[in-house]
């Protein structure tokens, strides 16, 4: 542990970080175990950035900015977060509405066999996929996955409307890694995740960050645009997980982010859908519902869904990932690589389309390189 320095003995902070999300809200717990003082501050009413959750007027858990289901291959990351939350195992199902069916998505065995009325095992549905994929020289878009793997009609059915309504885009002009996210099986595995660790903070996100955030040495500062305090805080360094490019005043143009709005209901029933998320590729505005109580395991005799519908304008959700928008995002990490003063750290300020543990994992990464570096000279406000 590096010794408190005099600035944070006469009251002012240790570290200044923007944003009450993973990114910030680990970091600030790390820092914070070191002695460190840090404020964290968010514009938005409460912590937890895109994972806050909260009970509605019903009583029921919901998740306002969408269905966040956390799931991990990294053990070092579910350890770290078992420190602040016990555990509710959980492994999400997605059915798709396809064709006037509920069928299994990520695509399996069953999904084919319901689809086409068939009865395959799993050894002749390699071989039916291996009969209906396109052959693809270089695997770059998101078509490309897609069709490579399973063909032309499953693509259509259940990739490339919902798709185009997510994004505003045509699986070809996006980056493979988007629909790669949806792997293709040719077993009955109707998961929708693989992964280790798949499992809800018991009593939800908030509680977690709000024991991520107990320590004394951290403050919390809601409903507050860092700009504001900015050049009246002293701090020594400062921990931006907003936009990057909001953060350089879009001195390059807009990065584009996707949006949703996010409708809410609450129905006087004990079950709306047979699963946790039902997508919709292919009709409706909106591409998909999802039912809290299956996600939360609430029992509760009504039940709350949310629709999510995209949409350009609104709260940045979502980077875009697709080779223009990586390039413009590199001139704005040019200008964050020259401000040593300044941490850039999380799925907006880094322009990545990351996971919650991905987030996690790269916010303990930065706090072993913040650890080693050597303490600076007070900041000067920024500009
Ligand atoms: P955020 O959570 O966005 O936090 C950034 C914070 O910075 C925000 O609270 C914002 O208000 C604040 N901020 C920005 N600018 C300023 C400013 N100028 N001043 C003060 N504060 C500012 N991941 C999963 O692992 N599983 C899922 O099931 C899953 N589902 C998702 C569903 C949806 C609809 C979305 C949009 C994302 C989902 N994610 C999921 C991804 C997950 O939300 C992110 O990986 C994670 O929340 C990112 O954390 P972060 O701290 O980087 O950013
Ligand atoms: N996708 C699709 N059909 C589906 C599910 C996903 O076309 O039924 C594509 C779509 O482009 C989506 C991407 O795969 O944006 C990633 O899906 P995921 O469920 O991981 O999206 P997220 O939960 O991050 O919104």
Same mark, same amino acid.
Request: aromatic share 14%.
């Given at each position: ?11 002012? #902070? ?5 944003? =009450?999300?993973? $990114?910030?809200? &680990?970091?600030?717990? !790390?820092?914070?175990? %070191? ?87 799993? #050894? ?5 996929? =291996?009969?209906? $994929?396109?052959? &693809?020289?270089?695997? !770059?878009?998101?078509? %490309? ?145 999802s039912e809290f109580k299956y996600i939360t395991g609430q029992q509760h ?83």
């Open positions: 542990m590096e010794p408190m320095t005099a600035d944070s003995s006469s009251g002012g #902070f240790d570290y200044l970080i923007v944003g =009450a999300g993973f $990114a910030g809200s &680990v970091l600030a717990e !790390r820092l914070a175990s %070191d002695g460190r003082r840090v404020l964290i501050v968010d514009r938005r009413p409460h912590i937890g950035g895109n994972a806050y959750d909260r009970y509605d007027d019903a009583g029921i858990l919901i998740h306002p900015y969408g269905p966040h289901i956390f799931h991990t291959n990294s053990k070092d990351v579910f350890d770290y977060l078992s420190h602040f939350t016990q555990w509710r195992p959980y492994e999400h199902r997605v059915l798709a509405s396809v064709d006037g069916q509920l069928l299994p998505i990520p695509i399996n065995l069953d999904t084919v066999n319901r689809l086409y009325g068939l009865n395959l095992t799993s #050894f002749q549905v390699e071989d039916f996929f =291996a009969s209906v $994929a396109e052959k &693809v020289e270089q695997v !770059r878009t998101s078509e %490309d996955v897609v069709v490579s793997k399973v063909g032309r009609d499953l693509y259509n059915k259940f990739f490339r409307g919902y798709t185009r309504k997510q994004w505003a885009l045509d699986p070809s002009e996006l980056d493979a890694s988007v629909t790669a996210r949806v792997p293709t099986r040719t077993n009955r595995d109707d998961r929708y995740f693989a992964d280790t660790y798949q499992a809800m903070p018991l009593h939800g996100y908030t509680r977690m960050f709000e024991n991520m955030l107990s320590s004394p040495n951290i403050s919390v500062m809601l409903n507050t645009d860092y700009r504001d305090i900015v050049d009246f805080i002293p701090y020594r360094h400062m921990i931006y997980t907003g936009p990057v490019d909001a953060f350089f005043d879009y001195c390059y143009g807009k990065l584009p982010y996707r949006s949703l709005e996010f409708v809410h209901e609450t129905h006087p029933r004990e079950q709306f859908q047979p699963t946790g998320t039902v997508n919709y590729p292919n009709d409706y505005g909106y591409t998909r519902i005799p009504q039940t709350s869904v949310v629709y999510e519908y995209p949409q350009a304008e609104g709260d940045p959700y979502y980077p875009v990932p697709r080779p223009e928008n990586k390039e413009l995002y590199r001139q704005y990490a040019a200008l964050a690589d020259a401000r040593p003063d300044v941490t850039f750290v999380g799925r907006l300020a880094t322009y990545q389309y990351y996971n919650m543990d991905q987030v996690v994992a790269q916010a303990l990464a930065t706090y072993r390189k913040l650890k080693d570096a050597p303490v600076q000279p007070e900041a000067t406000p920024a500009g």
